[in-house]
């Protein structure tokens, strides 16, 4: 919601119902639970928004999350986990400083801030000194079509695979397609199936994961 407005304004009504905002620990608690009854192993993937505001008001926010994710016995890359951040300085903190051993991702906002190394060969190799993949905006990988009517995948996205990054888009979602997409499903195939991405976030996870399981039919 923006200034009162609703930002997707078919979705959930505005004004009803609580939504109240669990803390991580009960988060967290929900998704093991939630494990444990079905039998399912679910992960998670928190984000470390806004490190250095959290500092300025005596709060290292990294250190927290951190402390938390060990008590619920998320400690290295063979856990169901993974941490964001789109702070650089702060996601190489977490990796060297800190000494996280979580599978780590940097996410990369869509107008490049300038503290993220570039979507270039220089700054992917950089970006793998420390992180174990990237998380762009959707827009970075795929602009277009061509003339042909197929997907223009960003150089950058081979590079990426080459050096080993996971590649997480960002956000996808059925009710605001990009322009060279003619459905959700489309959109998925041109994602998964063209520029092969590794995983991605979307507002409609019922719709991707019933592709997703399609796939493996």
């Known amino acids: 919601m923006e200034s009162g407005r609703a930002v997707f304004p078919k979705r959930f009504p505005l004004g009803k119902s609580t939504f109240r905002i669990p803390t991580l620990a009960e988060e967290i608690e929900l998704v093991q639970g939630l494990n444990k009854s079905t039998g399912r192993s679910i992960g998670i993937y928190p984000e470390i928004k806004h490190p250095a505001w959290h500092r300025q008001q005596g709060k290292d926010i990294s250190k927290i999350v951190l402390a938390e994710l060990e008590r619920y016995g998320y400690l290295d890359k063979n856990d169901a986990a993974f ?3 789109f702070d650089a300085v702060e996601t190489k ?9 979580l599978r780590i991702i940097q ?15 220089e700054g992917l190799i950089e970006i793998k000194s420390y992180a174990d993949g990237v998380g762009p905006s959707m827009n970075q990988l795929i602009h277009q079509l061509d003339n042909k009517g ?10 990426a695979q080459n050096h080993g990054l996971n590649i997480h888009p960002y956000t996808f979602r059925a009710d605001a397609l990009p322009n060279y997409s003619e459905s959700f499903e489309h959109l998925l195939e041109i994602f998964v ?13 019922d719709q991707a994961a019933k592709y997703l399981d399609n796939l493996g039919d």
């Open 107 to 121: 996410l990369i906002a869509g107008d490049q801030n300038k503290s993220t190394p570039p979507l270039t060969p």
């Open 83 to 85: 941490l964001q951040c």
């Open 193 to 205: 199936g063209t520029a092969r991405i590794d995983g991605l976030f979307t507002d409609f996870p």
């Open 93 to 101: 903190r977490i990796r060297i400083e800190l000494g996280c051993k």
């Open 150 to 159: 197929t997907p223009v995948v960003a150089d950058w996205v081979q590079q």
